[in-house]
């Protein structure tokens, strides 16, 4: 019966960052703010040691007993994420997070919809972000 299962498995890779960000809303006054996200709407900006999983799931190719190439996907990870972001402020730096408030939510989601159109569409693609080693979110589409 396994012979016809489709076998799945995922395969995962960390990698790190650092950026600086402020949680600030535009559209609120400069008290909601201060009420709402407190130290993290700090006006000079501060910085987090960002530490990233990403998990790919899909078969093994035979030929190769991988999933993924972890050194392909290694290089896509450094090359689209963590150039764009490593020892950034993210608020300045990032365009997207011009008008999109740089929450470890909306991060997560960012690297997500990066990585997805940069790996074959045949993988289920999962991205967690630990903003702190206590604090994480995890995003699969
Ligand atoms: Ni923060």
Known sequence: LTKFKKMEITVSRKAHFNAAHR????????????KIFGKCNYQNYHGHNYELIVSVTGEINPETGYVIDMGELKKIIKNEVEERLDHKNLNLDVPHFSNTIPSAENICIYIYDILKD?????????VRLYETPRNFVEYSG
């Open 118 to 126: 940069n790996i074959d569409s045949q993988f289920k693609l999962s």
């Open 23 to 34: 949680l600030h809303n535009k559209n609120w006054s400069d008290e909601k703010n201060q």
